[in-house]
């Protein structure tokens, strides 16, 4: 079983920045794409930006264009998501996703093709 190891968050004002990172430790070979999403107190569940992991092509939620960065970090085996200019808005739950099986490739926006979760991590912003 691929655990999936989530790092970074935490609380930051707005207009301040943060790194979450994730790695696969020993399977990161074997994934097709890791992504973020994130989920707010009652709102459903958001893609953030992925990563398809062979290709290194990357992808980021319109909304979010010009404030986070998704990347892979090949000597660390992670994608981080760089966030800046963070606003109270940006305030979620923020989980790591991947795709063993090749189903999100096509649909790398939708979470239910994802088989693989990290815990979450909580980003607050305070304004």
């Known amino acids: 079983q691929v655990r999936l190891e989530e790092s970074g968050g935490g609380l930051v004002q707005a207009g301040g920045s943060l790194r979450l990172s994730c790695a696969a430790p020993g399977r990161v070979y074997s994934l097709y794409v890791m992504a973020w999403f994130r989920q707010a107190t009652g709102k459903e569940r958001e893609f953030v930006g992925a990563?398809?992991?062979?290709?290194?092509?990357?992808y980021c939620a319109d909304s979010l264009k010009g404030r986070f960065t998704i990347s892979k970090d090949n000597a660390k085996n992670t994608v981080d998501l760089q966030m800046n200019s963070l606003k109270p808005e940006d305030t979620a739950v923020y989980y790591c996703?991947?795709?063993?099986?090749?189903?999100?490739?096509?649909?790398?926006?939708?979470?239910?093709?994802?088989?693989?979760w990290g815990q979450g991590t909580q980003i607050t912003v305070s304004s």
């Open positions: 996703a991947a795709d063993s099986t090749g189903g999100a490739l096509q649909y790398y926006r939708d979470y239910d093709r994802y088989n693989l």
């Open positions: 990563v398809k992991w062979r290709y290194a092509d990357t």
